[in-house]
């Protein structure tokens, strides 16, 4: 569906929540098919395509007089839900029989929305044979059979007024269709390698699974290690071995199984050795909902471990800097010797847009690593606390790395003499490390009253949501680094008269950090944990209302906002 | 002997713990076997066996208490020239690490594995371990022990490690033999150590252990894995020697296919940027 749209030069956005079930279920995809690019979840629903009998309760809230449901007439007619929407009768299943089987009934949706939207249906054909082209030949005729027969009925619908009154507009764009098409999991990965990563290690736990899984098939064209493990502490600890042994190692896990690694990630600060954790982060606690999103491990990440040592925690905001941010992540782990960060969470991780360009070839691989020599030190004192890190079997330096205290060659010791300068050295660590910490982005008027604060995956959504909120009094700054925060951060909260943080998860816990770091309280919260998204009209509603509920800061008019909003798509 | 592992360092284990003869038997192993420090590394635990390199002239990681299997496995993978050595106690191996042990062995990583075993936990002063005999009284297990001893060597068998041995570290010359045959062999190689503890196990002593041990013949065929899982199932008398092999399994580092034509180890690789370039282009 996304890659036809964009081929045919539309701008594509597209998201899923899923059950964490092996079949069956509530489950849904969302799309956005726009003339300008669209990077966040909206709720309002154009055309609803549902393929079972629960499907308009499903998504009972998302509906809305100007939602027109197309599909089998059992799937709305006796459905309590969706009275106020148009209704379009298409009976997929039988028309799908016709064809050979009702699984083709998803190609005759796909075929109907390309008819719709004034997809090309030769661009369609060209995918459909690209993903069917090896199933045999009947296999391949039915879907493009399929596909033909909803393109049809779209086209014919698109210039029924009776149902579409108002006319569907879209501009092709023919630069859209050599877009990038990236899902946040396929950026992570692509970082990943581009970043030299070549050891990944993980036990298969949603939604951190697709990107070993990726790893896997690519292994020996990367010349990667990839290890589905007996359990999350091997994991870590086998990260830690490859990475002692010069690798580039990662991890990617979400919090049950992080919740495991935490012994290692301790050991990883002690020895000293280069490591990526991917946390992909689903609500929790506990098993919570497998399937779902939340941003509530970012104090897991801050904390976790044994003893203090210096770490980095980067949470990307778009699926273009999951990318840049992972690659980054390799080159900043090797350089400073610590645990590097990224958290994600299942949002990010399954929506998939189009991306116009990707800077990509000028990206270095940095091994920081030298070449031994007898006299070597793995824990040399150095005046930065970085000591040069040598490989084993590289060079004639014997590299012994050791949990306990160790003193410079890396041996066991109890003297509370070197214990003190063995910490203060990898501490000293963290003043480099903040200096190249990442500033947080400002968007919005310079001389805000205002200031919305988010982090992570929300950026493109609470970016949707202020602009069609249109206040000019109101800035947002949104952290990508969020341990440890860049020095600036100060100066922007410092000049906001009401700050509203905005966070997926129940305690607000980003803010609980801004706190810590500029002794600054938020004056708002606004915050979600019912395992799904935040959507752009959720968050008009809920910023409007955080404003109001500052008297000198309340609304004049409420015209301002538009109801029905993001218009264009 | 002097060898090329050695290193002037005070020890701090008991005077006439078993951890001295096996220090010595694997120093003397590895240099009459031509290796090298900078080409060998040992992965450690927790426990008085895991600061085995502390005493060493080598390469070390000693890690978390368990763990020392999977930093094994990881640097095996990550550069398969190295000559690896897991290296650790009872405790660490079959209690903490578990779970780990159980899967090294159906990875089959080319790497050593000894365990040294004194049927009770010294560093934390005299506690059961899980090879402690029943009826073992600890101040813990203050009415006696009354798990079943964990069977590593039992386990490894049924599981089809490749090769499965058991010494006794009062008998040095012998020892060392076995350990030598252990590191040639290419795939997990077990060596279940007896070696006692002289501070908190007054039950399995060195003259104990000499009782109640023997030697396996050369009538003993080590391919015959049901007659090695008979051997293996003796307590009475302990056999010592090589109990098992299953040379023909693959490795983990041949699975892994990297290795297949080219050992470069993965930190002197670097990324193909064209393969790099065709992959990212492929999502337009």
Redesign the interface.
């Known amino acids: 569906m996304t890659k036809t749209m964009k081929k045919s030069g539309y701008h594509v956005f597209s998201t899923k929540e899923y059950m964490s079930r092996v079949r069956g279920g509530e489950n849904s995809t969302s799309f956005r098919i726009s003339s300008k690019p669209v990077h966040a979840y909206v709720d309002r629903i154009d055309f609803l395509f549902p393929f079972i009998a629960k499907g308009l309760e499903h998504v009972q809230n998302r509906l809305t007089p100007s939602t027109l449901i197309i599909g089998e007439k059992e799937y709305y007619e006796k459905s309590e839900y969706g009275q106020q929407c148009k209704r379009f009768e298409v009976p997929f299943q039988t028309i799908a029989k016709e064809l050979g089987g009702t699984i083709y009934s998803n190609i005759v949706v796909v075929g109907l929305l390309c008819g719709l939207l004034g997809a090309n249906l030769d661009d369609l054909n060209i995918l459909i044979k690209g993903a069917f082209g090896d199933k045999g030949s009947a296999i391949l005729e039915n879907n493009i059979k399929a596909a033909s027969k909803g393109y049809t009925i779209g086209m014919e619908l698109r210039t029924n007024v009776e149902v579409l009154p108002q006319k569907i507009s879209l501009i092709q764009d023919k630069d859209i269709s ?5 899902s946040g999991d ?1 950026a992570i990965a ?1 970082g990943a ?2 970043g ?1 990563c ?2 990944c ?1 993980f036990y298969p736990m949603s939604p951190a699974t697709g990107i070993p899984t990726f790893f896997s098939h ?8 990839v ?1 589905q ?3 999350e ?2 994991v870590m ?6 990475s ?6 990662m991890v990617s896990t979400s919090g049950g199984g992080f919740a495991l690694m935490i ?2 990630l301790s ?1 990883v600060a002690a ?1 000293e050795t280069p490591l990526v954790i991917h946390l992909g982060q689903r609500p929790a606690p506990a098993t919570g909902m497998p399937t779902h999103t939340e941003q509530g491990d970012l104090e897991l990440a801050l904390y976790a471990g044994h003893g203090a040592f210096p770490r980095i925690i980067y949470a990307p905001e778009t699926i273009e800097e999951a990318f840049f941010l992972t690659q980054m992540a390799f080159n900043i782990a090797d350089k400073f010797q610590i645990p590097v960060f990224l958290l994600t969470d299942q949002y990010l991780i399954d929506t998939s847009y189009n991306i116009h360009a ?1 800077e ?2 000028n990206l270095t ?1 940095e ?1 920081h ?1 030298i070449k031994t020599d007898t006299k070597y030190q793995r824990y040399k004192i150095t005046e930065d606390g970085i000591s040069p890190r040598g ?14 205290t160790h003193d410079e060659s ?3 010791t109890e003297n509370a003499v070197i214990r003190t300068k063995m910490v203060d050295k990898f501490l000293r660590k963290a003043e480099a490390i903040k200096r190249e910490a990442i500033p947080p982005t400002l968007s919005g008027s310079e001389d805000y009253k205002i200031l919305v604060v988010g982090w992570g995956s929300t950026y493109p959504i609470i970016s949707e949501a202020l602009e069609l909120l249109g206040r000019k009094d109101i800035a947002f700054l949104h952290f990508q680094q969020v341990y440890p925060l860049h020095s600036s951060t100060t100066r922007f909260i410092q000049q906001a008269q009401k700050i509203i943080s905005i966070e997926q998860n129940p305690t607000g816990q980003f803010g609980k950090l801004l706190k810590l770091e500029t002794s600054r309280d938020v004056d708002a919260k606004i915050l979600k944990y019912d395992g799904y998204c935040f959507s752009v009209e959720e968050l008009v509603e809920k910023i409007r209302n955080a404003v109001n509920s500052f008297p000198e800061m309340k609304e004049k008019t409420q015209e301002s906002f538009i109801g029905s909003g993001c218009d264009g798509d | 002997m002097a060898t090329k592992f050695d290193k002037d ?1 005070e020890i701090h284990w008991c005077p006439g713990c078993g951890n001295y003869p096996s220090l010595k038997v694997i120093k003397e192993a590895l240099t009459e076997l031509w290796l090298t ?3 060998t ?1 040992i ?1 450690t635990g ?1 426990g008085q066996a895991a ?1 085995t ?2 005493f060493m ?8 208490h368990g ?1 020392y299997l ?6 095996k ?3 398969p ?2 000559t690896v050595i897991a290296l650790s106690g009872d405790g660490c191996t079959y209690s903490e690490g578990g ?2 042990f ?2 090294a062995i159906r990875y089959n990583p080319h790497i050593i594995n000894i365990v040294h075993n004194n049927q009770v936990f010294g560093l934390t002063k005299g506690q059961a371990s899980p090879t402690s005999q029943r009826g073992f009284v600890t101040d813990v297990q203050n009415r006696g022990v009354y798990n079943e001893p964990f069977n590593g060597p039992a386990i490894a068998i049924a599981l089809g490690a490749s090769f499965v041995a058991r010494t006794f570290i009062g008998d040095t010359v012998q020892s060392k033999e076995i350990y030598k045959k252990a590191i040639q062999h290419k795939g997990y190689a077990l060596i279940d150590n007896l070696c006692p503890c002289v501070t908190f196990n007054r039950v399995n002593t060195f003259p104990w252990f000499k009782q109640h041990t023997y030697y396996v013949d050369e009538t003993h065929d080590p391919l015959n894995q049901a007659e090695a899982m008979k051997l293996s199932l003796q307590t009475d008398k302990l056999p010592l020697g090589v109990l098992y092999m299953n040379p023909n399994k693959a490795t983990y580092e041949e699975n ?3 290795y297949e034509s080219d050992n470069t ?9 064209a ?3 065709e ?2 282009e492929s ?2």
Do not use: C, W
């Open positions: 050599s877009d990038y098409l990236l396929r692509l390698i581009a030299g070549n050891y290690t690519h292994d020996l064209e990367f010349s990667m290690v290890d493990s007996e359990d502490i091997s600890n086998k990260a830690i071995g490859a002692y042994a010069g690798a580039r190692a012994e290692g050991l020895i990707l990509y070839t691989v091994k690593f490989i084993p079997g590289f060079g004639t330096g014997i590299i012994r790395s050791d949990s306990h890396g041996m066991i | 360092e420090p900078q080409n590394v992965a927790i600061k390199p502390h002239n080598v390469n070390m990681i000693n890690g978390l763990r999977s930093y094994a496995i990881a640097i993978a990550s550069n020239s190295l779970n780990h159980l899967h892994i296919k990297l180890p993965l930190f002197q690789r670097s990324v193909d940027k393969k790099l370039s992959l990212i999502f337009r």
